[in-house]
Nanobody
Framework: QLQLVESGGGLVQPGGSLRLSCAAS????????IGWFRQAPGKEREGVSY????????NYADPVKGRFTISRDTAKNMVYLQMNNLKPEDTAVYYC????????????????WGQGTQVTVSS
């Protein structure tokens, strides 16, 4: 069974950091584009970042540029999202998603999704 599992969310104060992890089972992540998305209560799901199959290309949504970093660890079959200088507006459920085709930051078209991990930024 193909599955993605996110972890690493939690409660953090503004200015703090978290590292989210996306683990795959049943398939190898380096055959897929991986995107991170988030959804806050009452808002639409939005793209945060994605990484190419080789890890050689990444992209970020404007609100997180300079603060978030996406990376791959092929040996561990993991993708990470390092989040620094977190702000209250970053509060959301964060999801990783996989697609064998380029989808960019558009959540439509990603085939496989994790269950999400809650990130709350609050003092």
């Amino acid at each position: 069974q193909l599955q993605l599992v996110e972890s690493g969310g939690g409660l953090v104060q503004p200015g703090g950091s978290l590292r989210l992890s996306c683990a795959a089972s049943g398939f190898t992540l380096d055959s897929y584009y991986i995107g991170w998305f988030r959804q806050a209560p009452g808002k639409e799901r939005e793209g945060v970042s994605y990484i190419s199959k080789t890890g050689g290309f990444t992209n970020y949504a404007d609100p997180v540029k300079g603060r978030f970093t996406i990376s791959r660890d092929t040996a561990k079959n993991m993708v990470y999202l390092q989040m620094n200088n977190l702000k209250p507006e970053d509060t959301a459920v964060y999801y990783c998603a996989a697609s064998p085709y380029y989808r960019g930051l558009n959540h439509m078209g990603y085939d496989l999704w994790g269950q999400g991990t809650q990130v709350t930024v609050s003092s």
